[in-house]
């Protein structure tokens, strides 16, 4: 399981999903979500203790403590948590743009959110 699945446990459909980084990074999805189109991000890392996914989940889901069901919904309140404000192509590169002093993937991740914008309005 992952952020992306997540965000689709939520009800987002997941037009383009990509993350940066190796240990840790951040993770940018173009997503329609409740008949609007936008951008939501977020950052993960290597543990439980820097990685929200992690510490929620774990590695996935575990049949001893819980149900299928109950890991489902689970994983959609995590989605919907990151689809409450949809962010404007504008936003996301402007957040991206002001790490670029600081986090070196912050450019791939500008090229790729042009790219995906291009090929999204084009379809």
């Known amino acids: 399981m992952s952020y992306e699945q997540s965000l689709v446990a939520a009800g987002a459909q997941v037009l383009a999903f990509e993350s940066f980084g190796d240990w840790q990074g951040s993770w940018v999805a173009l997503v329609d979500y409740r008949g609007e189109r936008g951008w939501v991000q977020g950052s993960f890392g290597s543990c439980s203790e820097c990685d929200s996914f992690e510490a929620e989940f774990g ?51 500008v090229l790729w959110i042009r790219e995906t914008e291009q090929t999204h309005q084009a379809a």
């Open 59 to 109: 590695w996935g889901f575990d049949e001893h403590t819980e149900t299928e069901v109950q890991y489902q919904a689970r994983l959609a309140s995590f989605g919907e948590s990151y689809l409450g404000g949809l962010q404007t192509t504008e936003q996301v590169l402007a957040w991206f743009g002001e790490c670029s002093d600081w986090d070196t993937d912050a450019e791939d991740a």
